[in-house]
């Protein structure tokens, strides 16, 4: 039975050799297709590219350096922009931020609690945000 089978088979590669390479050659093309597309799923995420207009880059960096200096008692400058404190927390919230994390945006302006130091903001029960670096 089995000897038959493999005569059946050997003829048919005889008689048909250009489709049966046609076939291998398609079969191969798809497993090939397959691994490349599951090793891509492996490869670690590059971070995407942000573009930014050099032009309101520079008007920033003109405006930081155009505010006024503040001292304060240890006589380091201080930006005006931190006048009120370099932390901030939302009166009905736990956490608190640093005046760069973008946290601050989302807190209305009068509910903003100010804190010169992160001692101070823990002092009144607040915790550091996770999502803030340097906190």
Avoid at 22 to 30: E, K, S
Avoid at 118 to 124: L, M
Wanted: proline fraction near 6%; hydrophobic fraction near 40%.
């Amino acid at each position: 039975m089995i000897p038959e089978y493999i005569q059946k088979v050997k003829g048919l590669l005889s008689e048909n050799k250009s489709d049966v390479l046609t076939a291998a050659i398609i079969f191969l093309i798809g497993m090939a297709s397959f691994g490349l597309g599951r090793l891509s799923v492996s490869l670690p995420q590059r971070e995407l590219i942000r573009l930014e207009d050099p032009a309101s880059s520079r008007e920033q960096a003109a405006e930081m350096s155009a505010e006024p200096m503040l001292k304060d008692s240890s006589d380091i400058p201080v930006p005006a922009a931190l006048k009120n404190g370099a932390f901030v927390a939302s009166k009905s919230g736990s956490v608190y931020y640093a005046v760069w994390c973008s946290g601050v945006s989302r807190i209305r302006e009068e509910n903003k609690v100010w804190f010169q130091t992160k001692e101070d903001a823990k002092a009144q029960g607040y915790r550091p945000a996770k999502n803030c670096p340097g906190l």
